[in-house]
């Protein structure tokens, strides 16, 4: 069974830092392109960043570029998201997915987690 777990969620003061993990069980990633989505209460779903399964490609919104940095351990089956600079917008449910396109479409993500929660308050 295809599963994909998140955890490093938590509550963080604005300018802080939080990492996220992407754990994957059932399946390898190596093949992958894996996907950080968020939604935040009353919004849609957002894409953050994605990689490629080689993780030599990447993408970034135009709203994390620059303190979000996604990066994968293909031998440890996990994709990170390194958070920096943490602002209150920041603030929401933070998924991965699973897919093969390098996009920020949710449709294109076949495989999803649960999810973590992302708090930045003061």
């Known amino acids: 069974q295809l599963q994909l777990v998140e955890s490093g969620g938590g509550l963080v003061q604005p300018g802080g830092s939080l990492r996220l993990s992407c754990a994957a069980s059932?399946?390898?990633?190596?093949?992958?392109?894996i996907g950080w989505f968020r939604q935040a209460p009353g919004k849609e779903r957002e894409g953050v960043s994605c990689?490629?399964?080689?993780?030599?490609?990447?993408n970034y919104a135009d709203s994390v570029k620059g303190r979000f940095t996604i990066s994968r351990d293909n031998a440890k089956n996990t994709v990170y998201l390194q958070m920096n600079s943490l602002k209150p917008e920041d603030t929401a449910v933070y998924y991965c997915?699973?897919?093969?396109?390098?996009?920020?479409?949710?449709?294109?993500?076949?495989?999803w987690g649960q999810g973590t929660q992302v708090t930045v308050s003061s």
């Open positions: 997915a699973a897919g093969w396109l390098l996009s920020f479409y949710p449709a294109d993500f076949g495989s």
């Open positions: 059932g399946f390898t990633l190596d093949y992958y392109a």
């Open positions: 990689i490629s399964g080689s993780g030599s490609s990447t």
